[in-house]
């Protein structure tokens, strides 16, 4: 096969608003992908963390055969028999109260948008069409009009506009900030707990705890966007654990779906998410049966094969490795928590891209975020070996210039 006839497929029928590596993939299995020659590479993306469980993990996989032979889509008008306990699993596993399931992560950032303004006018008191919800600089939330209004990157903002009124940009990892900027019609505060697509920016220690305490000190409700750190990412179940705090309301998705259908959650309080009414927000798709089977497995695995135990001991070995065998002028910095990580290049080293093309020829898939930074965040389920392995490539490629 050639994977130029692909390549060219995509490029003349599709819509060119991503600018992937050349590399045409047809199978996957644990950390491992083949393109259509057969070639086997190492997943170190793991399609921006959606896929923590592994490529086609097994148990997933039959999950998903079973469910899908059984029901799959109800929509919200009927119930099913696998939300519920999709509900029950979640709140188990997070210390939620309250769950409320979308399909995309950007649709959950959507909805704790819509869910906390509704907070501010009920329940905090503010007047109406005044409230504000506080976000970071460099933040990444997603797609929509509303939520690319809020980004500080040109390129998602750039003519698309108008947008929605009503956000507050602050410097990220700094509490001083998040106090002065807070107001009495301030309803929420929405951080990622590492911004990764900014190139994992890792804020200072304590940061969270801090907001937290601002955010009850001022009656504002703390919003996590875990759809990329949560699920074990980082080396715990949600990040917002190493600061030793619960949010009041916490995004997931990614991860959730297995790598196999997309699903997104808000965990909540009772209170915030109690003030949606039947009606005012939802999803044809949010809930289906497919998708909470799906999950709920996801979900399963995630705990009962210690893959949150392995992000932890595998990133700090892989994390030490890389600081002791990435050196030299080109080289930034080099940081993570669990398997988060990424080499920053200096400004002068040609750009992360290059050394992601090369790495490719190694076998190695990794992929550039902003100009300078290499992320390196593979499925959950590596091995040491594999670690070595990947650690050989890298350390040819990155520390040659
Ligand atoms: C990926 C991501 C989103 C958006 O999720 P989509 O499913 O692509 O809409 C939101 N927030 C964070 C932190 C993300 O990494």
Not at 271 to 284: F, I, K, N
Not at 343 to 355: I, S
Not at 388 to 399: G, I, N
Request: hydrophobic share 40%.
């Amino acid at each position: 096969m050639d994977q130029q006839f692909f390549i060219n497929l995509e490029e003349q029928f599709g819509a060119h608003n991503y600018k992937p590596l050349d590399v045409v993939l047809a199978r996957g299995e644990g950390v491992w992908v083949w393109d259509v020659d057969d070639n086997k590479y190492m997943d170190c993306l793991a399609a921006y963390s959606a896929v923590n469980q592994g490529h086609c993990h097994p148990k997933i996989m039959k999950a998903m055969m079973e469910q899908a032979q059984k029901l799959t889509l109800t929509s919200r008008a009927f119930r099913n028999d696998q939300l519920g306990l999709l509900y029950k699993e979640l709140c188990e596993l997070t210390h939620s109260h309250k769950v409320l399931p979308m399909n995309s992560g950007a649709e959950a950032v959507e909805t704790v948008i819509k869910a906390v303004r509704k907070w501010g006018y009920k329940v905090k008191g503010v007047p109406q069409d005044q409230a504000e919800i506080i976000v970071c600089e460099n933040n990444f939330h997603g797609r929509t009009i509303t939520i690319v209004g809020f980004s500080t990157d040109d390129s998602s903002r750039e003519n698309f506009g108008p947008f929605t009124p009503g956000f507050k940009i602050i410097p990220y990892g700094d509490a001083n900030a998040l106090e002065a900027a807070i107001t009495s019609n301030t309803v929420g505060f929405m951080v990622e707990p590492i911004q990764g697509e900014a190139g994992v920016i890792i804020p200072p220690a304590g940061y969270l705890k801090e907001a937290k305490a601002l955010c009850e000190k001022h009656n504002v409700v703390l919003i996590l966007d875990e759809i990329q750190t949560g699920l074990g990412r980082t080396g715990k179940l949600l990040a917002e654990e190493h600061d030793g705090i619960e949010a009041d309301l916490t995004l997931i998705g990614k991860a959730l779906s297995g790598g196999y259908y997309p699903i997104s959650a808000v965990l909540s309080n009772k209170e915030v998410m109690d003030v949606l009414r039947p009606g005012e927000h939802g999803s044809t798709f949010g809930g289906n049966p497919l998708a909470c089977a799906i999950a709920r497995t996801a979900l399963k695995v995630l705990v009962e094969e210690n893959m949150i135990e392995n992000a932890a001991t595998m990133g700090k070995y892989f994390l030490s490795n890389l600081k002791e065998k990435i050196k030299g002028p080109h080289i930034k910095d080099v940081r993570g928590k669990g398997l988060m990580l990424a080499v920053e290049l200096m400004p002068d080293a040609g750009g992360a891209r290059k050394y992601c093309e090369t790495l490719i020829k190694q076998r190695l898939l990794c992929k550039e975020t902003h100009e300078n930074t290499i992320r390196i965040a593979p499925p959950l389920v590596i091995k040491k070996e594999e670690i070595d392995w990947a650690l050989e490539r890298l350390e040819a490629v990155l520390t040659v210039r």
